[in-house]
């Protein structure tokens, strides 16, 4: 059994900062890709940042500027750094991981963490 758990969530106002930060814990062989996904109000699920085993990362674009991601392989952990918020990343951040949970096969599994609130209000 696998499991991602979410951190570092929470109320902050715009332009603060917020640290997220995701453990992978169980049958864990090797993980592949950990990263952050977002779901605000009334939209669809997004990309916020991957990053694989290698340190390589891929981000969206509109967020690259102000989110960082980064990751601890020896504590399979993934972190998302992000400064300058504003109103519109508001969102519930789910946590990602690509991981092989077995030594005698090669499948990889995705797994999602429950989500962690993120508000920018004033």
Known sequence: QVQLVE?????VQPGGSLRLSCAASGSIFSINVMGWYRQAPGKQRELVALIVSGGNT???DSMKNRFTISRDNAKNTVYLQMNN???????????????????TDSIVYSYWGQGTQVTVSS
Not at 88 to 103: L, Q, S
């Open 7 to 11: 951190s570092g969530g929470g109320l």
């Open 58 to 60: 891929n981000s969206a």
């Open 85 to 103: 918020l504003k109103p519109e990343d508001t969102a519930v951040y789910y946590c990602y991981a690509a991981i092989r949970i077995r030594v």
